[in-house]
């Protein structure tokens, strides 16, 4: 059958259609050249127009009308008429077998689908999808952590609840994730600071960071002269546990003893936990009814209550009086379940105390950042692997200008 002699328009830089060997309704197949009569030698820099051979290499480009379109590429082979060395000549549009409108495609829709799903639609492998994402992440990364990062946020994720967690870092004025970097201990954090630099380093003024001593290590190893600032939330997840457990014994009753149910403390365990100022006055009221329950209970909400007002004060002298003010009042009530809290303030006191001097920064882009990942590991399908994991979330969070 001879082949149709139809115009194809590719609009592609400096490439001509041959001919066109297939126009069929599934698929559509041309045969292209480089409009170069020449080229310099990358050996030499002298231009040879002297072909030492032809051959014709399959590209696959982007579909058309839902037809897949294959490029066939008479790539020539030039010999150096200065040097004598050969080389086959390159196309800035096209890569490993692949246009980089098709690249560029593949990259965009990993923002939306499975790795899987994305196979399918270009007709390619998984591999070779994975692969031109993780080189395109690769060089994404590589770019965000080039600038300088003033302030900096750390946290960790589970990619298996219990079984596997990472570490994720923002760039906490820009929003964008710098790493994903294996594991949550301190050789994980310092990996990632010895492979910036010392310099970079020294750009860093403010890092965030949830309550791990790991974490810790390695900032002060790496970045002590910025402030370490301990995130609020993780921070206020530790003075509500207090409360928790002081609901929870209550509940359950002294030891030797039957549980003592209480209804009413139960169903305002979620009220309990609330800043007293957020309540409107039906959910005071039912608060209220279920405190009563107890007097432990009471004295262990009013505890919390001034532990919520630390992140209130208007500076950090403030915030000391109000740390000691919670001191004075546990100690009139010696409610065991406050140890460990009083513990965690000894412990990360400085780190508290920074919240305010940095002007209330926290680790809240980064909580909204893991929770869109969230959404990558269902579209994935449960991703387990670290490497494929981190390359996806890069190009999942792009960050927005503050």
Not at 70 to 96: A, D, K, M, Q, V
Not at 239 to 244: E, N
Not at 286 to 297: H, I, K, Q, V
Request: aromatic share 8%; with cysteine; hydrophobic share 40%.
């Amino acid at each position: 059958m001879l082949p149709d002699s139809m115009t194809v328009r590719l609009h592609l830089h400096r490439i001509r259609v041959v001919e066109v060997v297939a126009d069929l309704p599934e698929r559509l197949e041309v045969v292209i050249r480089d409009l170069r009569s020449g080229v310099r030698c990358p050996f030499c820099g002298f231009r040879t127009t002297k072909v030492h051979e032809t051959r014709a290499t399959k590209i696959k480009d982007l579909p058309v009308s839902g037809r897949k379109v294959t490029l066939i590429w008479l790539r020539r082979r030039f010999s150096c008429t200065s040097c004598g060395e050969r080389h086959t000549e390159t196309h800035p549009t096209i890569e490993n077998r692949m246009t980089t409108r098709l690249a560029r495609a593949i990259v965009k829709d990993a923002t939306q689908l499975s790795i899987t799903e994305i196979a399918r639609r270009y007709g390619l492998s998984w591999d070779t999808v994975m692969t031109i994402v993780k080189a395109w992440s690769g060089r994404l990364g590589d770019h965000r952590r080039k600038k300088p990062c003033p302030v900096l946020l750390v946290d960790e994720v589970s990619l298996r609840r219990r079984h596997r967690y990472v570490t994720q870092i923002l760039n906490g004025e820009t929003g964008e994730l710098l790493a994903t970097i294996p594991q949550r201990d301190a050789r994980a954090l310092s990996s990632f600071f010895a492979a910036q630099g010392h310099r970079w380093c020294r750009k860093v003024k403010v890092i965030v960071t949830d309550g791990s001593p790991s974490y810790r290590v390695a900032v002060e190893a790496h970045v002590g002269h910025a402030t370490h600032v301990l995130d609020r939330f993780h921070v206020v997840r530790w003075f509500a546990s207090g409360l928790i457990e002081v609901r929870r014994r209550v509940q359950r009753g002294e030891p030797g003893q039957s549980p003592v149910f209480s209804p009413v403390i139960f169903r305002t365990r979620y009220l309990q936990l609330a800043r007293a100022e957020h309540l409107d006055g039906d959910q005071f009221g039912r608060l209220a009814l279920g405190l009563t329950e107890d007097p432990e209970l009471l004295h262990a909400w009013r505890l919390l209550q001034q532990l919520y007002g630390i992140y209130d004060a208007r500076d950090e002298a403030e915030a000391k009086d109000r740390i000691e003010a919670f001191v004075r009042s546990w100690d009139e009530t010696q409610i065991p379940e406050f140890r460990s809290v009083l513990k965690a303030l000894t412990q990360w006191l400085p780190e508290i105390l920074a919240f305010h001097q940095c002007d209330g920064i926290s680790n809240g882009r980064l909580e909204g950042t893991n929770n869109k990942v969230g959404v990558l590991k269902r579209i994935a399908y449960g991703f387990v692997n670290v490497d494929n994991f981190g390359s996806r979330a890069l190009l999942w969070c792009p960050g927005v200008a503050s």
